[in-house]
C-alpha cells in the first residue's frame, strides 16, 4: 500500500510539472509593441485537408482550445488604436504569426480565418491546389480583387490583397468555397480611412522647396512613418478616397501653421494661387507605372515623402490644403485620363466648370509648372467631357 501511495505522488507530481504555463510574446505593429501571454501548446496538430468536414472540425477544435486571450488582444487593441477592418486583420496575422511560427501557411490561414470571424467578421474559407484562401464580407469599393457575391453579400479574397498591386499577371482561380459558414451575420470588413489610426508617431523630416509669391520658399515638415507604410501596403480603394483622406495629425500640425503664416492677409485668389505653386512646383512628375510600376494612387502625405507624383497624388494634396487652410467649396473633376479640383472663388477665372448650378474656377494642381495662376487649363482639357466625383460643402 506504501510503495503504491509514493508511485501515486510521482505519477500526479510529473503530471503537475507537465502542466503548460501561458507564454509571454510580443509583436511589433508599426510604431507600437503589443504585448500578451498565450499558450501555444493548446493550438490543435499541423494536420491540413481540404472539405469541410475538415474546416469545420478544425474550427470546432480551436473553439475547444482557450484562445479567448487572442480574441481579447485584438480587440483590446482595435479600439485603442482605431483600427478599421484591413487593420484589424493585419494585426491578427501579426499575432498568428507569432504564436504559430512553426506552423504551415495553411494553417496560419485557418487560424487567422477563425480570429477573423471570432472578432465579428463574416470570413469563409475557399481553397484551391491545396491553398487555402480566406474570403471576407465586405460593402467597400476595392480594385484588382478577386471577388463574388454569396447570401446577397460581396466577398473579396482578403489572403490575395496583400498582392493586389503587384504588376503580375493576375488569372481567376477556380476556387472551391468551403460551405461551413462560422459567422454568417458577421459584420464588414471595412478599409475606410476617414479616421486614421492612433499609433504613436514615427516622425521623419522632409524639406519642400517650391515657388509661391514670385519668390522661391523653403520648410521643414515632420512627416509619420506609419502612415507611409500603411499606405504602402494598403489595397487600391476609389480614386476620391485619396482626396478625402486628411492629413495626419503630425503633417497637419507641422504644415499648416506655416503656410497659413505665409497667406495670411493676402485676397483670396492669391492665397489658392500660393497653394497652386506649392503643388505644381515643389514636386518631379512621374505616371505610377514609371514610379512604381503599377497604379498607386497616394494620399496627401505620401506627396511629401516621395520624389515623385502625378495628378491625382497633387489633387489630394492641394484638396486638403485648401480646405484646412481656406475652407472654400471645391469639386473632384474627373476627365478620362486626369484629376482636377474646381475652387469656387469670389470672381472665378477663366471658362467655368459647372456642378448643381453652381460654377467653379479650375485649380490644376499639376501644372503648367510655371505659373500659378487659377483658371488654366490642361492643354486640350477646355472642351473635354468630365465628371464630379466628390465636393466639399
Avoid at 47 to 59: H, M, P
Avoid at 102 to 127: E, V
Avoid at 196 to 217: E, V
Avoid at 340 to 360: D, R, S
Amino acid at each position: 500500500m506504501r510503495f503504491s501511495l509514493v508511485i501515486s505522488l510521482i505519477i500526479t507530481c510529473a503530471a503537475c510539472n507537465l502542466t503548460a504555463e501561458p507564454q509571454q510574446f510580443s509583436v511589433k505593429y508599426y510604431s507600437e509593441n503589443i504585448n500578451f501571454d498565450f499558450d501555444n501548446t493548446t493550438l490543435p496538430e499541423d494536420y491540413i485537408r481540404f472539405d469541410e468536414w475538415f474546416a469545420k472540425r478544425f474550427y470546432y477544435k480551436l473553439d475547444q482550445s482557450d484562445l479567448s486571450n487572442l480574441v481579447s488582444t485584438i480587440i483590446k487593441n482595435q479600439n485603442e488604436y482605431n483600427l478599421n477592418g484591413w487593420l484589424t486583420y493585419g494585426l491578427i496575422k501579426k499575432i498568428v504569426n507569432e504564436v504559430a511560427a512553426d506552423k504551415s501557411t495553411n494553417y496560419q490561414r485557418l487560424l487567422t480565418w477563425f480570429l477573423l470571424n471570432k472578432t465579428g467578421y463574416d470570413a469563409r474559407l475557399a481553397h484551391y491546389q491545396n491553398e487555402y484562401y480566406i474570403q471576407v464580407h465586405t460593402i467597400d469599393n476595392l480594385y484588382e480583387i478577386p471577388f463574388f457575391e454569396l447570401d446577397n453579400r460581396v466577398f473579396i479574397n482578403i489572403t490575395a490583397v496583400e498582392h493586389s498591386k503587384s504588376n503580375h499577371k493576375k488569372k481567376s482561380l477556380e476556387f472551391y468555397l468551403i460551405e461551413f459558414k462560422a459567422n454568417p451575420n458577421g459584420k464588414s470588413l471595412s478599409f475606410d480611412l476617414s479616421q486614421l489610426p492612433t499609433f504613436a508617431p514615427n516622425i521623419i523630416k522632409k524639406t519642400l522647396r517650391f515657388w509661391g509669391s514670385g519668390q522661391r520658399q523653403e520648410m521643414t515638415v515632420k512627416l509619420d512613418k506609419n502612415i507611409i507604410d500603411l499606405m504602402n501596403n494598403y489595397p487600391i480603394v476609389e480614386e476620391k478616397d485619396y482626396v478625402f483622406r486628411q492629413l495626419s495629425p503630425t503633417l497637419k500640425a507641422s504644415l499648416i501653421p506655416q503656410l497659413r503664416e505665409k497667406i495670411i492677409g493676402i485676397p483670396q485668389t492669391e492665397a489658392v494661387q500660393f497653394l497652386l505653386g506649392l503643388t505644381r512646383s515643389g514636386f518631379r512628375y512621374k505616371e505610377d507605372t514609371d514610379n512604381f510600376g503599377y497604379n498607386r494612387p497616394m494620399i496627401a502625405d505620401e506627396v511629401l515623402y516621395y520624389s515623385f507624383s502625378d495628378c491625382e497624388d497633387r489633387s489630394a494634396l492641394f484638396f486638403n490644403l485648401v480646405k484646412e487652410l481656406l475652407d472654400l467649396p471645391m469639386i473632384i473633376v474627373a476627365y478620362s485620363d486626369h484629376l482636377t479640383i474646381g475652387v469656387q472663388l469670389k470672381e472665378n477665372k477663366g471658362k467655368p466648370l459647372y456642378h448643381n448650378g453652381e460654377t467653379y474656377t479650375i485649380c490644376d494642381p499639376t501644372g503648367p509648372n510655371n505659373t500659378s495662376r487659377v483658371g488654366i487649363y490642361p492643354k486640350g482639357y477646355e472642351r473635354k467631357a468630365y465628371e464630379v466625383i466628390g465636393t466639399h460643402k
